[in-house]
């Protein structure tokens, strides 16, 4: 079965960087595109970065443009952020994203917080 995995959150001051990983398994990794999601307290989740089956195609929210850059290693079935000059608003549970076969896939998520 399709299974995502995040690590790599945690706390950082404004300004700082973090990078987080996603591991995919239970399909075919190298054939989707994957995607980062991110849900504030309180609020929505929002899409955050969209990278294509080869990573050689990449899709920012307006918000992150700039600082966050999504990267994938097909053969390590992972899937990267990594988060520069991170702000206060930043702060939220950032999760890993994919559709495979019509059928969106969610992972428990890893929580970022951007505070001093």
């Known amino acids: 079965q399709v299974q995502l995995v995040e690590s790599g959150g945690g706390l950082v001051h404004p300004g700082g960087s973090l990078r987080l990983s996603c591991a995919a398994s239970g399909f075919t990794f190298s054939s989707y595109y994957m995607n980062w999601y991110r849900q504030a307290p309180g609020k929505e989740r929002e899409f955050v970065a969209r990278i294509n089956w080869s990573g050689g195609s990449t899709y920012y929210a307006d918000s992150v443009k700039g600082r966050f850059t999504i990267s994938r290693d097909n053969a390590k079935n992972t899937v990267y952020l990594q988060m520069n000059s991170l702000k206060p608003e930043d702060t939220a549970a950032y999760y890993c994203?994919?559709?495979?076969?019509?059928?969106?896939?969610w992972g428990k998520g890893t929580l970022v917080t951007v505070s001093s």
């Open positions: 994203n994919t559709n495979v076969n019509g059928i969106n896939y």
